[in-house]
């Protein structure tokens, strides 16, 4: 009975190292996963006065681009104070790179946001937008003029809009002219009078 005993404690006792084991190498595993930053675990042996220092390498995942970001470039003119945002696809040079190269490719643009999704650059001119329009009747056709910073009138394009299906009121704002500013508003005023 004695020698039972005996056996079933030493079973015990291996099953009880054996699940302390386990945990430690499970905690130590699951340590090692984690992201640090630069920190430093510090071990004392109390018995020795030794300290231990390690440093764990940091796994940095800085946000980069993709084949999917969208690139927008907004440009504030000062002489008008309007801003005028192009929008394009990356381009493939420019796909898996982070904040810093895409601001090396970039000199002369201010990273406004980045992220995987879009990049907004921004920049200032010191000058006058392309983007200023008026719409005239002359010769019962709807002529486009650009209008530059000195408000001369440049013509810029003949419509096929006729006055023959204007109404009287729209024939009147035409005769006097309608000032539409960006390409966008253009286009839906142009829209409204076809």
């Not at 993709?66 to 990356?90: F, Q, R, S």
């Not at 204007?166 to 390409?183: A, M, P, S």
Request: glycine residues 4%; hydrophobic residues 35%; charged residues 30%.
């Amino acid at each position: 009975m004695g020698r039972k005993i005996y056996v079933g404690i030493c079973i015990l006792i291996i099953i009880v190292l054996g699940i302390l084991a386990g945990i430690y190498l499970y905690d130590i595993n699951n340590v090692s996963k984690d992201n640090f930053n630069n920190e430093t675990i510090q071990v004392e042996d109390l018995n020795n006065n030794i300290e231990v220092t390690n440093t764990l390498e940091v796994v940095n995942q800085e946000e980069k681009t993709t084949p999917n970001t969208l690139m927008i470039y907004k440009i504030y003119y000062t002489k008008c104070n309007h801003y005028i945002n192009e929008y394009k696809d990356i381009d493939i040079s420019a796909v898996n790179l982070t904040e810093e190269e895409i601001k090396d490719k970039n000199k002369d643009w201010k990273i406004e946001e980045f992220s995987e999704k879009q990049i907004v650059f921004e920049r200032e001119e010191e000058a006058f937008c392309d983007q200023h329009f008026k719409l005239k009747l002359v010769n019962d056709n709807v002529i486009i003029y650009k209008i530059d910073e000195n408000n001369n009138e440049i013509e810029y394009q003949t419509t096929d809009i006729t006055s023959e299906f204007l109404t009287n009121e729209d024939i009147l704002k035409l005769k006097q002219g309608i000032l539409v500013y960006g390409r966008e508003n253009l286009t839906a005023v142009l829209e409204d009078y076809e």
